[in-house]
């Protein structure tokens, strides 16, 4: 079956630092793959939409400087939070399509993101 | 905009059957999914429901009614491994993307 990795899993980091979160599609091409947050007891929401080649973008609401997002090949996107604050910490699960389906999407095992 | 609306809590018994109900209020409709997400971890897919009507997988069905904005997930020979939240999602084409959107999630718990 179609496996999403993350990397990492776990992260904490000081104040101010950036974080890079890489997303990898293991055994299939994604044009497509989403970023989500996800804080405790609530639902994902959609931060931003990677495409390969292309401009991610980005949800209502979600600063594009902040969430630097690339999707530099068909198998890879990274999402790298800038100035790090601890309003950010968070559960960042991303999810890639198969670029040969319409409508599944296969979710990476997620990040828990800390910031002190 | 869309609307997505689950309840927020459940509980049943193990070895019963239970129904998780969503409705849904969406512009470019293009699907439902149901996923289960244990804590901590990401959602894993359970179902994808586009026409009307019941698609049956092993101890899980989901249904969905279109003209209604309603789909549910019924459980049965509930085990204590379900004790999970199962999000509703509903996948729109308006940005061309087929982007999920995802309601709150109900939290099931089984009990003995």
């Known amino acids: 079956g179609a496996v999403v990795s993350q990397h990492p899993s776990r992260v904490i980091c000081k104040s101010g630092t950036s974080v890079k979160i890489e997303c990898r599609s293991l055994?299939?091409?994604?044009?497509?793959m989403f970023w989500y947050r996800q804080f405790p007891k609530k639902s994902l929401m959609l931060m931003a939409t990677?495409?390969?080649?292309?401009?991610?973008?980005?949800e209502q609401g979600v600063e594009k400087d902040k969430f630097l997002i690339n999707h530099a090949s068909l198998t890879l996107s990274t999402l790298t939070v800038t100035s790090a604050h601890p309003e950010d910490s968070s559960f960042y699960i991303c999810?890639?399509?198969?670029?040969?389906?319409?409508?599944?999407?296969?979710f990476g095992p997620g990040t828990r993101l800390t910031v002190t | 905009g869309q609307n997505i609306d689950q309840p927020t809590e459940m509980t049943a018994t193990e070895g019963a059957i239970v129904q998780i109900n969503c409705t849904y209020q969406?512009?470019?409709?293009?699907?439902l999914f149901w996923y289960q997400q244990h804590a901590g971890e990401a959602p894993t897919f359970l179902s994808y429901?586009?026409?009307?009507g019941l698609e049956e997988k092993g101890r899980f069905s989901s249904f969905l009614s279109r003209s209604k904005g309603y789909s549910y997930l019924l459980l049965k020979e509930l085990q204590m491994k379900d004790s999970a939240s199962y999000l509703c999602?509903?996948?729109?084409?308006?940005?061309?993307?087929?982007?999920?959107?995802f309601g709150k999630g109900t939290k099931l718990s089984v009990i003995p």
């Open positions: 999810s890639a399509r198969d670029r040969r389906q319409h409508y599944e999407q296969y």
């Open positions: 055994d299939f091409q994604a044009t497509t």
């Open positions: 990677s495409n390969e080649g292309s401009k991610a973008t980005y």
């Open positions: 969406t512009s470019g409709f293009n699907g």
């Open positions: 429901n586009v026409l009307d």
């Open positions: 999602a509903v996948s729109s084409s308006g940005a061309g993307s087929y982007q999920l959107t």
